[in-house]
């Protein structure tokens, strides 16, 4: 498997949230992680961030697993889900979809095991190279209950966000929950985007 001066190749597959939106290149969550992986001695490099706001499990299929396989990536992560709950999509179909990205993923990262800069192994197997993260609560922002169409946010979201942690359980999948910290913007201007909906 290719590397690039022997660093992890990394991409970030999602929608808004990932690719940050309201938020500059430099100030994206993928890239502040990068910077501080590769200060803890972590050699890893952002080659791909296809992310785009508005897209779905569908659109993330359809649109980026086509650049995270032509990418040669060794690392992910992943977090999607938000426009299938917004644009009404089931949970079973958000549970198919989110399964057909995870297999696809694992088939396509393999295990890798490089040096960081002070020698020390850093084995990526499986279940290690990819990094599943839940849907922040939107509900909380200014605009975010413009997007409920009656329905409960929060309760709509937990319900996708149950079906992401349990999948990372079962397959033994790091997962990271944002969920419950993202609340904090209800009470945090400053936490919150120019567009009054996404996190700053």
Same mark, same amino acid.
């Given at each position: 498997?290719?590397?690039?001066?022997?660093?992890?190749?990394?991409?970030?597959?999602?929608?808004?949230?990932?690719?940050?939106?309201?938020?500059?290149?430099?100030?994206?969550?993928? !890239?502040?992680?990068?910077?501080?992986?590769?200060?803890?001695?972590?050699?890893?490099?952002?080659?791909?961030?296809?992310?785009?706001?508005?897209?779905?499990?569908?659109?993330?299929?359809?649109?980026?697993?086509?650049? $995270? &396989?032509?990418?040669?990536?060794?690392?992910?992560?992943?977090?999607?889900?938000?426009?299938?709950? !917004?644009?009404? !999509?089931?949970?079973?179909?958000?549970?198919?979809?989110?399964?057909?990205?995870? &297999?696809?993923?694992?088939?396509?990262?393999?295990?890798?095991?490089?040096?960081?800069?002070?020698?020390?192994?850093?084995?990526?197997?499986?279940?290690?190279?990819?990094?599943?993260?839940?849907?922040?609560? $939107?509900?909380?922002?200014?605009?975010?209950?413009?997007?409920?169409?009656?329905?409960?946010?929060?309760?709509?979201?937990?319900?996708?966000?149950?079906?992401?942690?349990?999948?990372?359980?079962?397959?033994?999948?790091?997962? !990271?929950?944002?969920?419950?910290?993202?609340?904090?913007?209800?009470?945090?201007?400053?936490?919150?985007?120019? &567009?009054?909906?996404?996190?700053?």
């Amino acid at each position: 498997r290719k590397t690039m001066n022997n660093k992890i190749r990394y991409v970030a597959l999602g929608d808004s949230y990932t690719i940050c939106e309201g938020a500059t290149w430099e100030e994206s969550w993928p !890239v502040i992680l990068v910077k501080k992986l590769n200060k803890a001695g972590i050699p890893i490099e952002l080659i791909a961030n296809p992310s785009r706001t508005g897209w779905t499990t569908g659109d993330l299929i359809n649109n980026e697993l086509p650049i $995270f &396989d032509s990418s040669d990536p060794t690392f992910a992560t992943l977090l999607i889900g938000v426009n299938d709950w !917004v644009q009404g !999509v089931d949970a079973e179909t958000f549970h198919k979809n989110l399964n057909y990205i995870i &297999d696809h993923v694992l088939k396509k990262l393999s295990p890798l095991p490089l040096k960081g800069s002070k020698d020390q192994l850093l084995p990526l197997g499986k279940g290690q190279n990819l990094v599943l993260i839940t849907i922040p609560d $939107f509900s909380v922002t200014p605009d975010g209950p413009k997007y409920s169409k009656g329905r409960n946010i929060s309760e709509g979201l937990q319900e996708f966000n149950n079906i992401i942690k349990g999948e990372a359980e079962k397959r033994n999948l790091k997962c !990271v929950d944002i969920f419950g910290v993202s609340q904090a913007m209800k009470d945090n201007p400053e936490l919150v985007s120019i &567009d009054k909906l996404h996190p700053s």
